[in-house]
């Protein structure tokens, strides 16, 4: 009888497929911005972290060097995660400094607990735990250059699959979205999101993988003579590059469509400032990483977009702020007006906050007589300090710079072709998010949130010497 060769990395491979698969479907159901999505997501990731640590303490895997190079950007994830679960402790176990400054009547309906709403607090913190539970599985699992391509690879078609569906949905003039008529968004592209602004971030982050993927596929060093140099034109113009070359503009497409201001604009932004970051870092001009960039700014924003409508998008962004009398007047008036009362939210509990998910419980209490109701914050930075106060906020800008530094570094290394993709796939991400968070509240969408954790650990997956292969 023959007996198959023991392989050590068979259930670790397992492990990872099943992750992807996971990663992979998080968009589709709404952007998982729904208690059902989020809560199963959760428990699956639960559930593959302990058959991790199973596999650990029978032997069948080991512990990655990246837990230990990440082990600070796990500290600080841990450290968020405790502050937000000490919100629905009793207020008098903690002391009363900490319930100072909560007079006012909407601060008054839940008087034991910090939390001003305690169920949907419960429901960030799993938000949350499943975030930490999607770094520590990156981390455990992409340990090869191999793995980190289709990791890569997996976000970028997530994002292709949204792109088609809403672009199609838009060409066709079929409002549909997840499984239903649209309500909202009618006549721009969506995908199976109901927030177009969501679904434009969720586009970025996928474009910032594929951007980084095809910049590991790339020469980034210099051709030794020009028999090398036409061989590798003649490659890219028939090989896998030039199908991920029309992958993302796709993506761009579908991201015209979906006439997001700030979503087209943090692309292009972020794009533009990596791309200036990664030439500063290489100390010298690199000629193959900067026809890329242009190329991606030519082809994919001035053609493309301009064959799909980005006049549009445009004119939106002209609209924002007209003149008039002299004066600068903003039109988006009514986000400006919550956002104000967003910081009269934070002067009542600067530095606990209100806990977890309570914006929308919160809101009433403050919001004037004519003014919209808001379930969120159209501006990420405010109800992360709202929710969370300055402590929380504190906790999340520590973790982001982290990420951020230790990205740049690796931006510093070319001849590591695929630590210095993911490094740009992770500062494009990081760009493009936290300017996109000044004005929406993408990153409460579970989807992106995930997505952007993701990438931001890849820094820390590939080893600082030459990566395993497999």
């Known amino acids: 009888m023959n007996l198959r060769p023991y392989d050590p990395e068979r259930y670790s491979r397992m492990l990872f497929y099943a992750y992807l698969a996971v990663l992979f479907c998080l ?3 709404l952007g998982s911005n729904r208690p059902l999505w989020w809560g199963a997501a959760t428990a699956i990731f639960s559930v593959l972290t302990a058959l991790w640590i199973f596999a650990w303490l ?10 230990r190079r990440g082990r600070w950007v796990i500290g600080l994830l841990l450290a968020f995660n405790v502050w937000l679960a ?51 599985l990156t981390l455990c699992l992409v340990r090869s250059t191999r793995r980190l391509k289709l990791l890569l690879a997996t976000v970028t078609i997530a994002g292709l699959l949204q792109a088609v569906y809403g672009s199609l949905m838009v060409l066709n003039g079929a409002d549909f979205g997840f499984a239903d008529v649209k309500q909202f968004g009618k006549g721009m592209a969506t995908g199976t999101y109901i927030n177009r602004n969501h679904y434009a971030n969720l586009l970025v982050l996928s474009l910032s993988a594929g951007i980084g993927l095809l910049i590991g596929r790339i020469q980034l060093q210099r051709y030794p003579n020009w028999r090398v140099r036409i061989r590798h034109w003649l490659r890219a113009a028939l090989g896998r590059k030039a199908r991920l070359r029309i992958y993302l503009a796709i993506l761009v497409i579908a991201l015209v469509l979906t006439r997001s201001r700030m979503g087209n604009a943090s692309f292009f932004l972020a794009l533009l400032i990596t791309g200036l970051l990664a030439l500063y870092h290489m100390r010298r001009m690199n000629r193959p990483l900067l026809i890329l960039i242009v190329s991606l700014v030519v082809v994919d924003i001035f053609l493309v977009g301009t064959w799909f409508g980005v006049d549009r998008v445009v004119d939106r962004l002209q609209k924002t702020v007209v003149v008039s009398e002299q004066q600068w007047v903003l039109r988006d008036r009514v986000r400006l ?33 004519d003014q919209e109701f808001f379930d969120h914050a159209h501006n990420d930075y405010l109800q992360w300090t709202v929710e969370y106060g300055i402590v929380g906020l504190l906790l999340i800008a520590a973790w982001l710079f982290l990420v951020f530094r230790k990205a740049l ?22 760009t493009a998010g936290m300017i996109h968070a000044a004005v929406d509240f993408n990153l409460q969408i579970f989807a992106n949130a995930a997505y952007l954790v993701v990438l931001c650990s890849l820094p820390y997956c590939l080893p600082p010497g030459r990566p395993r292969s497999r």
């Open 337 to 369: 007006e919550a956002n104000r009362e967003s910081l009269q939210m934070i002067h009542q509990a600067p530095v606990a906050g209100t806990g977890g998910g309570s914006f929308y419980t919160v809101f009433p209490g403050f919001r004037s007589v």
């Open 409 to 430: 570094r690796q931006l510093n290394h070319p001849a590591r072709q695929w630590r210095f993709a993911a490094a740009f796939a992770t500062v494009m991400a990081i």
């Open 86 to 136: 000490l919100a629905l402790l009793p207020v008098w176990r903690l002391g009363e400094s900490f319930s100072s400054g909560l007079a006012h009547p909407a601060y008054l309906s839940v008087p034991a607990y910090l939390s001003v709403d305690t169920a949907a607090t419960q429901d960030a913190l799993i938000r949350s735990v499943g975030l930490l539970l999607i770094v520590v």
């Open 27 to 29: 968009p589709i159901p």
């Open 58 to 67: 029978n032997g069948k895997v080991r512990v990655p060097g990246a837990l």
